[in-house]
């Protein structure tokens, strides 16, 4: 189209694309709208920059080249923009009264393929509103749209969220996440951190061996826990968990889980028990000013319920049980330090008891029998629940009828689920499996201690195994006792 307007002689084209909207591939869209606008401005004889982009209207700021010609336009260096459509400025009401506001005052055209527009004029400033209502309004619609789309293919198992974790790839057929060669050294972290490895041999082990993050970097603390605590690891897809970027988290109910969705690189006991381990004290990032001792966080005042920590007395090079505030005396650590290593090695003959009367009692057991019912209930509760989320997306049913339907079948999946945990905590079979990884702990802690025998298990290595065990170390040293007193609660 030819345009009279004889005040135009540079402009500026504006391209932008946040998707595929023509099916061609965004390259492709790109290239046919930048040829179109051209052949536009060179059929009127305007001179041109172009401004190319693929982004999202959801905020001008996110938008750099429109930033960039946001300021040239400020300084009156075009006399039009020429876009494809209105609203590839912005479909944001609010960004679109900032550009018309700035356009106005600077006396710059908007031009397309169909028409100029004058920001002066009574008339093309109203087309412009009405035309920008309309592709709010639109941009709103698809936001939705995409909105639904995204939360139907999470409920089948789709992988929705960018990048997928170390150890995975996205299969581009299914959509679903599946192993690489990465996933090695995703096994090796868990099974180093179950093992009993502390933060820092870990990571010095990581460091010596060259693997790194998914992104290349060295492996830190916050990189671990971020990895150990990915449900993806153990084949489960959790999704629609957060509100917003720094906004918050929804309630849990509200969350999309799907259990056994792909394969999983470590057992759910194994994840259980490495998450359980990077979310405890004994794993957190130590602080260089805080000396880790064999029984941090786990020694308590038997009294008040205080933690009690240690003291050292260089003077005399002697160790000693902090007093407490409540009266609670204190004593030599070294001492109190073999009491609890001969009562963790005697808790052993416990065990051995507990496994052997386990062993007689599985012969009837019908526990595995009963897992597998509920688990295959599980799934068709499930398979329900994408029904009713299908038929209302295919408008089959009212809101209503879909909220209704919705909330008995998550009723009755929770209550599967409650039953379910519960059978597996009466699992003899899983308490057995849990008594001999107490047992192997045990095995390891036979061995030296460097506190007390100068060689051996570090302090370090030492209190992440007792974290493993115990839950609390009661300490108790009344005045006028004769010697300290403990009792060791354990896990």
């Not at 004889?6 to 061609?24: F, H, T």
Request: net charge positive; proline share 2%; hydrophobic share 35%.
């Amino acid at each position: 189209m030819i345009y009279s307007q004889s005040n135009i002689k540079n402009v500026c084209i504006y391209l932008r694309l946040s998707r595929d909207e023509e099916g061609k591939g965004i390259e492709e869209v790109l290239r046919n709208h930048r040829q179109t606008l051209i052949d536009l401005v060179n059929k009127n004889n305007w001179s041109y920059e172009v401004f190319e982009e693929v982004a999202s209207s959801k905020t001008i700021s996110k938008r750099t080249e429109m930033v960039k010609l946001i300021k040239r336009i400020e300084q009156y260096h075009f006399d039009a923009i020429v876009v494809m459509d209105i609203d590839r400025l912005s479909r944001n009401e609010y960004d679109q009264s900032d550009i018309k506001r700035l356009l106005y005052n600077t006396g710059t055209y908007v031009v397309t393929p169909y028409r100029l527009y004058d920001l002066r004029s009574d008339e093309d400033t109203l087309l412009l509103g009405i035309t920008g209502l309309i592709a709010s309004q639109e941009y709103k619609m698809i936001l939705k749209r995409m909105q639904r789309g995204k939360m139907f293919a999470q409920k089948k198992g789709h992988w929705t969220n960018g990048q997928p974790p170390l150890g995975y790839d996205k299969n581009p057929m299914t959509n679903k996440l599946v192993t690489n060669n990465r996933a090695e050294d995703v096994e090796y972290i868990f099974n180093q951190i179950v093992e009993g490895t502390s933060i820092s041999g870990l990571l010095k082990q990581l460091e010596l061996m060259g693997i790194k993050t998914k992104m290349g970097s060295p492996f830190r603390y916050n990189s671990i826990k971020r990895l150990v605590n990915n449900e993806c690891y153990k084949g489960m897809m959790v999704s629609n968990r957060g509100i917003g970027k720094n906004i918050g988290v929804r309630p849990k109910e509200d969350w999309i889980v799907v259990h056994n969705n792909h394969e999983a690189i470590v057992s759910e006991s194994v994840w259980e028990k490495a998450n359980k381990i990077v979310n405890e004290y004994s794993f957190k990032a130590p602080r260089s000013k805080n000396r880790i001792y064999p029984t941090s966080n786990l020694l308590f005042c038997g009294q008040c319920g205080k933690v009690q920590g240690c003291n050292y007395h260089p003077h005399i090079d002697k160790f000693y049980v902090k007093v407490c505030s409540c009266g609670n005396r204190t004593f030599h650590y070294n001492p109190v330090l073999k009491m609890v290593k001969e009562k963790i090695l005697d808790y052993k003959q416990e065990i051995l008891q507990v496994i052997k009367g386990i062993d007689d009692g599985l012969k009837d057991d019908t526990t595995e029998y009963t897992i597998q019912q509920l688990t295959k209930q599980i799934e068709k509760v499930n398979k329900a629940l994408l029904n009713i989320d299908f038929l209302f997306e295919e408008e089959e049913i009212d809101f209503l009828t879909y909220k209704e339907r919705k909330a008995t079948r998550q009723k009755q999946l929770e209550a599967i689920e409650t039953e379910l945990q519960q059978v597996k905590n009466r699992d003899q079979r899983v308490v057995k499996d849990a008594l001999i990884e107490q047992m192997q702990v045990i095995e390891k802690l036979f061995g030296n201690w460097h506190f007390l025998d100068g060689k051996g298990l570090s302090d370090e290595e030492v209190n992440r195994l007792l974290h493993y065990l115990v839950d609390k170390i009661k300490w108790t040293y009344k005045k006028g006792g004769t010697e300290p007193k403990l009792e060791i609660t354990y896990k």
